[in-house]
């Protein structure tokens, strides 16, 4: 655990009644608040609306989220009052939540935001099949639901690694956790360290890791900031890198952690492009609904290609990220 049982529920104590008094707020206030955006939108010269789709695609995720809450204890006696959470019958149950507020949070965000997905020819043919450590690019909020959107409609189990900084979510904080991804701080400590190895441990042949390897969203500025500690820290990495123009350096403690514990499974790269314009959600409440699809591609590596040396391993690594540089650079400039 990253905190003691006291820290967490001192945690929920906070997060879960303001997620459910948020939620009823924003519902009960919709004929008001509707109004009041759309004429805030008009006034504006905005005709599509975006601060109305905004509100409404940010509803929509507080009913998921306290869907989420609300229905987490009745799974917890199911599961005999939590003694079997790790059971098959609780696991589907809880993936079938979990499916179902991705899948529709997904609708509404082509419906009102404009976000479509747009998958190429290659990713059918290399997501399977399991077990599979999955390395996704991480540049907007609305990405980090791209891989289980691609792997549960297979019946894979998804379990991911997670910013510690998304217990504040309680709908991830009670769901995910349940499904057996992780929640680890940034600091590559020890612990984290050995919390992505022993969900590296637990993949089979119906079951899938993802991590974003980068570690954080990508942003322009935090990329010249990495590269100027690169080149004194390592300047050989640093040289290697220093042609990166759409992703951040891969923090390569967290993966390489994945490899070692699951040596027989073979990597999948998702990369995508579309979001880029958008890093955080308040510029893409100015701009929606998005006209321009997000375009996924991917591409698998068989673990018998991954190096065994450390740093023969990062240099691959970053060979493997700059590839995805470069699909990401094509995209832009066709």
């Known amino acids: 655990m990253i905190e003691p049982l006291s820290v967490r529920w001192k945690r929920r104590a906070v997060t879960i009644p303001t997620m459910l008094a948020a939620t009823v707020v924003a ?11 759309a004429v805030a939108d008009v006034v504006r010269g905005r ?18 989220d306290s869907a989420e809450i609300l229905i987490s204890p009745w799974y917890w006696l199911l599961a005999g009052f939590g003694t079997r959470l790790d059971s098959p019958a ?13 899948d529709l949070l997904a609708r509404r965000a082509a419906q009102l935001l404009g976000v479509r997905i747009e998958t190429d020819d290659k990713v059918a043919d290399v997501l399977e099949p399991a077990p599979a450590i999955v390395m996704c690019r991480h540049v907007n909020l609305l990405d980090a639901s791209l891989p289980a959107l691609l792997y549960q409609p297979r019946g894979y189990h998804v379990r991911s690694v997670i910013m510690a900084e998304l217990l504040a979510d309680p709908g991830f904080d009670l769901l995910y956790r349940r ?36 570690g954080r969203l990508y942003r322009p500025e935090l990329l010249t900031r990495l590269q100027t500690k690169l080149s004194e820290s390592d300047p ?9 123009r759409h992703i951040l350096p891969i923090r390569p403690g967290g993966v390489s952690a994945l490899l070692d514990a699951a040596p027989d499974a073979d990597i999948v790269v998702i990369a995508h492009t579309g979001l880029d314009a958008y ?39 970053d060979a493997t990220w700059q590839n995805v540089d470069d699909w990401i650079d094509a995209q832009h400039h066709p």
Not at 27 to 37: D, E, I, N
Not at 183 to 198: G, H, L
Not at 236 to 244: I, T
Request: net charge positive.
């Open 179 to 214: 499904l057996g991804s992780i929640f680890i701080p940034r600091d590559n400590s020890p612990y984290a360290r050995s919390a992505v190895a022993e969900l590296g441990r637990t993949l089979d042949r119906s079951t899938v890791a993802v991590i974003f390897p980068e």
């Open 90 to 102: 609780s696991i589907r149950r809880h993936e079938r939540i979990q499916s179902w507020s991705i």
């Open 279 to 317: 890093p955080d959600f308040k510029t893409l409440a100015r701009h929606c609904p998005l006209t321009a699809p997000v375009r996924v591609t991917a591409c698998r590596i068989p673990h018998t290609k991954v190096p065994a040396d450390p740093a023969d391993r990062i240099e691959w690594l």
């Open 47 to 64: 005709w599509q609306f975006p601060t109305v789709r905004v509100y409404l695609f940010v509803t929509q995720y507080a009913i998921n």
């Open 27 to 37: 519902v009960a206030g919709l004929p008001v608040m509707l109004l009041a955006f």
């Open 236 to 244: 050989d990495r640093a040289s290697r890198l220093a042609g990166l």
